[in-house]
């Protein structure tokens, strides 16, 4: 049960309801699993990640992250509960810390969406050097839908000079490492990042 919420971890649950509670989840978990892989198996042929499920208790970064940090994942793929999508989760809590905090890129899909491919794909980064390796990782994927890539750096106030040459730099980068036509650059003013993608 993750939660970000300090108060959870002081409501006391009978042992009992927890262990119903865990029990439906593990068991949720599991049939998303089969039946993710039993459409990748009607999919032969073509690329076929590695399904694998988990459900543990705890605060979601710290339990997403130690998944990370023992497994090899190069993609954290969180699905939103509301029926209304993505905007309403962007503002929760969970999402701004695990978009923040997460040791991996993290895919956010909103409840109820239907895959018809992705046209246009947001990479938020603080241009740092490391974000090279996980954008050719990206680029892979949007080249096989044929999807824009929008490298996004959210600022809190007017860029300088030395914001402005770190951008030169890190797209320099990845214009000398990265083969993929379709990506574009753009500075968002805001506070947080997780809003500011809305």
């Not at 770190?166 to 997780?194: C, H, Q, T, W």
Request: hydrophobic letters at 40%; a neutral charge; proline letters at 4%.
């Amino acid at each position: 049960m993750p939660s970000n919420d300090g108060m959870a971890a002081q409501v006391t649950w009978p042992m009992e309801s927890y262990q119903v509670l865990k029990g439906n989840s593990e068991n949720e978990v599991n049939k998303l699993a089969c039946r993710l892989n039993k459409q990748l198996n009607r999919d032969s042929g073509q690329f076929r990640p590695c399904i694998e499920q988990s459900s543990a208790s705890g605060i979601l970064t710290d339990v997403l992250n130690e998944i990370v940090n023992t497994h090899e994942i190069l993609l954290a793929v969180i699905g939103t509960h509301s029926a209304d999508g993505l905007g309403t989760f962007l503002f929760g809590d969970h999402v701004q810390n695990v978009i923040g905090q997460a040791n991996c890129p993290v895919l956010i899909v909103p409840g109820k969406a239907s895959f018809k491919g992705y046209k246009k794909m947001a990479f938020a980064t603080d241009m740092a050097p490391r974000d090279i390796n996980v954008l050719q990782s990206l680029s892979g994927f949007a080249k096989y839908l044929n999807a824009e890539i929008l490298i996004t750096h959210v600022f809190e106030n007017k860029t300088n000079a030395k914001e402005s040459m770190k951008a030169d730099v890190f797209l320099k980068m990845i214009s000398s490492k990265i083969n993929y036509p379709k990506i574009f650059y753009r500075e968002i003013k805001g506070e947080n990042v997780a809003s500011s993608l809305d």
